[in-house]
């Protein structure tokens, strides 16, 4: 398409066909361009084993192509009806304590079911081969939020597809045995069918398992998409195809998922009540360009108010609907999507907000969904433009999956981590890639790896390389502790790491529980660059080579190195061994030192500025106007300018600021 995406999930069989004309009407006055059909419509299309009732669907996308409006039609593979779970029980999931799940919600199945994939299977070549020739066809939209509900399945039928994959990996017992360590606890395997799922045990299970668990679990979960993939590549080459992803979701190995897909697409439901909610929207939309390594991506999923599912839900103030769609758009997004187009009178979804409301056309809601259609039409140009960015943040699943195990040297949270350094970037104006740990580097000036627990030897080979190459990494702690089967990494931690960064962790020092020190959160102190106080995790740190530009002071660290500088082949290697409160002294000495900078300085506090082929908007996500270089901005408004105009007084190119 050569305009934006801008539409919803669009769900015609929860009303009666005398609704669906007036639907069609409502979209053009919005502007809507796509709708996504379809996701939960199994039970309508199969309402018996292997009838099929295309009709009603047959109607629905004629009256859209009729309306000038394309179709992202779902493969409605998402919740199975229930005679197929009464004929099949063991579709059903199973927990880790046993418990078989029982259907009356949603993604009730087992993604290593053959039955469901049967099942499935036959739904897909059904929809493709009926569908493949419709002149609304723009995408295909695989199942729905795949592994959102059952993260993991520990029915005797993923059991078996466990052993399948560790198979494949370790290819003999002996060498699952080395890998896992199972030595220690008397673990050792004698065949593969004495190999389970890591389910409920008395006490702290083999880490190797729980990681492999984890690795296997998304790719069981990928493997869905890439059965209903591979049939509609075979019946509609050529017809894009993706499926939703959810953000920084723990359970799926997002870097390997966006290598299957066509086009990146993203779900993504700010809490309003948050204050974070601007930069985590903002980081959000960052993991998917990248994910797309800079291609163009669809926010297929938000919401134009309240969701239902949290304990309030409050919601989204006047106008900043529109700045959040606009802030994906700037961030790479060639669509902005909803959940869902007609807000749901009965089910378990009926007080989620949707771009037509309960109250109808003459609401507040409704009339910002035309006035956003109105501003992504003018803004058609930028479709299929990229951003480029100086500084990159290693993302990296196993190790996210490994420093949040249990029986480690501290409860560590491995995403508020990789925030915490994002926010500050953010805070700035300077625009973030994600990058894996052995990705391509060579676009970026700063690296910075926060909590690469997991560092294997392809890892640590691309990071020296950086550094020896002239770039400038920062190490965070906790990185470099394991290689990619949980062992440690012996001499000092870090690997390659010990050289580049010119030092060895000797011991591990984090701060007191907060029950030890009566109830209060602890806290250390450094002196030097990011003096002040400092949270969470301490450590001895021997340097043997590099400089020292923080330092601890009182307790067991006193006078020990907290942050630490060294040159190393052309490049530079920063190490910080704690999360200092002020870590915007940390990163202004480390983008002075490449000459980074932000698109736009001094931005009022809460505003975000990002350029995406001619334009530059202009975000505010405060309750208080501001004027940015002489554009105003009303509270949580926008405006989109010529990026040429800052500093100066802007004129307006695409959108007036609302």
Known sequence: MDRVWYGGDYNPEQWPSEVWDDDVRLMQRAGVTVATVGVFSWAKLEPSDGRFTFDWLDDVLDRL?????????????????????LAYPEVLPVTEDGVRLSVGSRQQYSPSSAVYRRYADRLVRALAERYRDHPALEAWHVNNELACHVPADYSDA????????????????PALNEAWGTAFWSQAYGAWDEVMPPRAAPTFRNPTQLLDWDRFSSDAWLGVYRAEAAILREVTPGVPITTNFMGFYKPSDYWAWAREV????????????????????AMTRDLMRSLGGGAPWILMEQATSAVNWRTRNAAIPPGWHRTLSLQAVARGADGVMQFQWRQSRAGAEKFHSAMVPHGGEDTRVFRETVELGADLADLADVVG???????????????????????????????????????????????????????????????????????????QRTLSAFVDGGGTLVVGYQSGILDQDLHVHL?????????????????FVPPAEPWATGGLVPALQ????????????????????????????????????????????????????????DLRAVLDAVLADTGVAPVVADLPAGVEAVARGAHLFLLNHGDRSVDVHGTHLEPHGAAVVGREAVPGRPEPVASASA
């Open 65 to 85: 192509h009729a309306g000038g409006i394309r179709v992202d039609l779902a493969t409605a593979t998402a919740s199975p009806p229930p005679w197929l779970t």
């Open 158 to 173: 993923s059991a078996a597809a466990f052993r399948t994959w560790l198979t494949a990996r370790y290819g003999s017992v």
């Open 526 to 581: 450094i002196a030097g660059l990011g003096a002040g106080t400092a949270r969470e995790w301490g450590e001895v740190v021997r340097p043997t080579g590099a400089e020292i530009e923080a330092t601890f002071v009182g307790g067991a660290l006193d006078g020990l190195p907290a942050i630490t500088r060294n040159a190393h082949g052309d490049g530079t290697a920063w190490y910080v061994a704690t999360a200092p409160d």
């Open 491 to 507: 001499g000092g931690y870090l690997g390659a790491l010990r050289d580049v960064l010119g030092l060895w962790i000797e011991e």
């Open 385 to 459: 433009t990229r951003l480029d960015a100086d500084v990159a943040i290693v993302l990296d699943w196993d190790s996210w999956w490994a420093l949040e195990q249990e029986a480690t040297p501290a409860s560590l949270r491995y995403l508020p981590i990789i925030a915490r350094w994002y926010r500050s970037l953010w805070d700035r104006g300077v625009l973030v890639d994600f990058v894996r740990p052995d990705g391509d580097l060579d676009a970026y000036r700063v690296v910075i790896a926060p909590a690469l627990h997991v560092l294997p030897d392809a890892a």
């Open 262 to 281: 066509d086009f990146v697409s993203d779900d993504h439901y700010v809490d309003p009540a948050d204050p974070a909610a601007p930069a985590t929207a």
